[in-house]
């Protein structure tokens, strides 16, 4: 079992950065694909961007592409999301998900298996 919590959010401008960070427990960390989804207020849970288990792969969604980046540290069971050049339809609850699925780079949320309670972050305009 692990147990994810998130860290990093807050209050930014738009056009600016963050980066969250999501603290994994557990010595099984490496055996789990990672991936970080948001969900707004009145919207689903939408995919940002997933991680393989190395770190090596990477997927992202279309609409953070070139603006967010994705990384694990596997030594300190630890998930990062860069996220730069903020907009304000990206505010939204961020959340940290691991996944046993590590064959495919999985993008929907029921294909992960624990969930952390998520941070919010909010980008003004």
């Known amino acids: 079992q692990v147990q994810l919590v998130e860290s990093g959010g807050g209050l930014v401008q738009a056009g600016g950065s963050l980066r969250l960070t999501c603290a994994a427990s557990g010595r099984t960390f490496t055996f789990y694909t990672m991936g970080w989804f948001r969900q707004a207020p009145g919207k689903e849970r939408e995919f940002v961007a997933v991680i393989s288990t190395s770190g090596v792969r990477t997927y992202y969604a279309d609409s953070v592409k070139g603006r967010f980046t994705i990384s694990r540290d596997n030594a300190k069971n630890r998930v990062y999301l860069q996220m730069n050049s903020l907009k304000p339809e990206e505010t939204a609850v961020y959340y940290c998900?691991?996944?046993?699925?590590?064959?495919?780079?999985?993008?929907?949320?029921?294909?992960?298996?624990?969930w952390g309670q998520g941070t919010q972050v909010t980008v003004s305009s």
């Open positions: 998900a691991a996944g046993r699925k590590t064959a495919t780079m999985p993008s929907h949320s029921s294909e992960y298996d624990y």
